[in-house]
C-alpha cells in the first residue's frame, strides 16, 4: 500500500478514524512479528480503531480504543463493538502467545460486550521454512469506507519515523494515539524519553549484532530491520531530550493531508 491517503499506525501507536473521513482511505500497520495487531470496529457506524501492541500499555489502549470508536459512532443506535486480532507467531520463546492472553483479558475486563470476530494469531499464523517457524502474515490493512481487512505491507510508514521508533528503545511505555480525527491531522507526541547509554557502541556494531540484540524474533524479521534500527539510534544520538530539543513549548508535530499528493506534511497549527 503506498502512502497517498494512509494512516500508518507504528508500534505502541493506535489510531481511530470514520468512513467518511476525507482524509484517510485505509488505516494500517506491519512489521508484527511477536506483535499483535488489534483493530475494534464498530458495526453501525464503520468506526476503526487500529493498534499495534507490544505488551506495553495495553489495558489503557484497549480502553482507549473502545472510547474512540463509540465517540466516532455517536449517532448510530444500531451496531456491536467487534474485535479483530492479527499477528504474532507461534515464537520460541512464546512472546506472542503471552501477549495475546494479554490483550484478551483486557477486552474481557472492559465493561461493554465486544465480540471477536477474528483471531489470526499464534499457530493460525505460523509456517515453518528450514525449521523455523515464521510469521505468514506481517501487517494488515483496513479500507475503511468498507471495513475489509486486508494482508498488506508499507513501504512508506508516514512521518516522523525514527522519532516515532525512538520510545521503544527508551522506556516509553504508553500506547500513543496518533490521529486527531476532529480536525483530521495526524499528531506526534509530545513526548519525552530516557536518554539511551552506550548509543555509539551500539551504532558501531554490525547488523548482525543489532538484529540479535534488538528483536525479539531475529530470524524472521523484516530485511529492512536493522537499517531502521540504526536510523533511530541515530535520532536518539542527535535528540537525547526531545521535550527540550524537538517538542519545543510542548507543541505536539501535526501533519496535514496533502490535496495534491495525498500525503501527510507539516504544518504549524
Not at 97 to 122: A, R
Not at 129 to 138: G, L, Q, T
Not at 216 to 231: D, G, L
Request: glycine letters at 8%; one cysteine or more.
Amino acid at each position: 500500500v503506498g502512502a497517498p491517503g494512509l494512516l500508518y499506525v507504528c508500534q505502541r501507536e493506535m489510531a481511530a478514524v470514520a468512513p467518511h473521513d476525507r482524509n484517510v482511505n485505509i488505516i494500517g500497520s506491519d512489521d508484527a512479528t511477536t506483535c499483535i495487531i488489534v483493530v475494534v470496529r464498530h458495526s453501525g457506524s464503520g468506526a476503526i480503531a487500529l493498534a499495534h501492541l507490544d505488551g506495553n500499555g495495553t489495558d489503557e489502549a484497549v480502553s482507549a480504543m473502545v472510547a474512540r470508536v463509540q465517540e466516532l459512532a455517536f449517532g448510530y443506535p444500531e451496531g456491536r463493538i467487534e474485535l479483530q486480532l492479527i499477528g504474532g507467531f507461534s515464537d520460541p520463546q512464546g512472546y506472542a502467545e503471552d501477549l495475546f492472553s494479554n490483550i484478551m483479558q483486557s477486552f474481557h475486563k472492559h465493561p461493554l460486550e465486544i465480540d471477536l470476530t477474528q483471531s489470526c494469531v499464534g499457530e493460525l499464523n505460523t509456517m515453518v521454512r528450514d525449521d523455523i517457524n515464521w510469521p505468514i502474515i506481517y501487517g494488515v490493512g483496513v479500507n475503511i469506507k468498507t471495513g475489509e481487512i486486508f494482508p498488506a505491507n508499507f513501504p512508506d510508514k508516514g512521518p516522523d519515523l525514527p522519532l516515532r521508533m525512538a520510545r521503544h528503545f527508551t522506556g516509553s511505555h504508553q500506547v500513543l494515539d496518533i490521529y486527531d480525527a476532529a480536525v483530521g491531522m495526524l499528531r506526534i507526541g509530545p513526548f519525552n524519553y530516557d536518554p539511551l547509554r552506550g548509543v555509539d557502541l551500539w551504532l558501531a556494531q554490525s547488523d548482525e549484532f543489532i538484529l540479535k540484540h534488538l528483536s525479539t524474533s531475529p530470524e524472521v524479521e523484516p530485511p529492512h530491520f536493522a537499517m531502521q534500527v540504526r536510523a533511530t539510534l541515530r535520532y536518539i544520538q542527535d535528540n537525547q531530550f526531545p521535550a527540550v530539543t524537538v517538542f519545543r513549548n510542548n507543541n505536539p508535530h501535526y501533519f496535514r493531508r496533502d490535496e495534491t499528493t495525498g500525503c501527510w506534511t507539516p504544518v504549524r497549527y
